[in-house]
């Protein structure tokens, strides 16, 4: 499978941004579809996810409330009250089935990685 995050831009803080993951190739394989985020100088972190089986969305504490995985569109993250801290490199992964039983908020159980898209948030 094959993914690209797209929608990343400017922003004042306060500001919305609604970000995309076009996903190709064998998209039944995803089990889990997650967003991540890297800032400079910082590890990859867990943002949100969505589990395809059942529509379940999950959230990191510090978006929750301000980021959601909209019910009409599980390839859609939209972000509301953006901060200047939300500054990173975007990224929509998967999580294959043969993973399911893994931690879904460690980068490292993703298996395909889409280019990431960058989100700048001014103060």
């Known amino acids: 499978v094959q993914l690209q995050a797209s929608g990343g831009g400017l922003v004042q803080a306060g500001g919305s941004l609604e970000l995309s993951c076009a996903a190709s190739g064998r998209t039944s394989t995803i089990y889990i579809m997650g967003w991540f985020r890297q800032a400079p100088g910082k590890e990859r972190e867990f943002v949100a996810a969505?589990?395809?089986?059942?529509g379940n969305r999950y959230y990191a504490d510090s978006v929750n409330g301000r980021f959601t995985i909209p019910s009409e569109s599980s390839k859609t993250l939209q972000m509301n009250s953006l901060q200047p801290e939300d500054t990173a490199v975007y990224y929509c992964a998967r999580l294959p089935l043969g993973r399911r039983f893994l931690d879904f908020r460690a980068p490292q159980n993703y298996d395909s990685w889409g280019q990431g898209t960058l989100v700048t948030v001014s103060s």
């Open positions: 969505v589990r395809r089986l059942d």
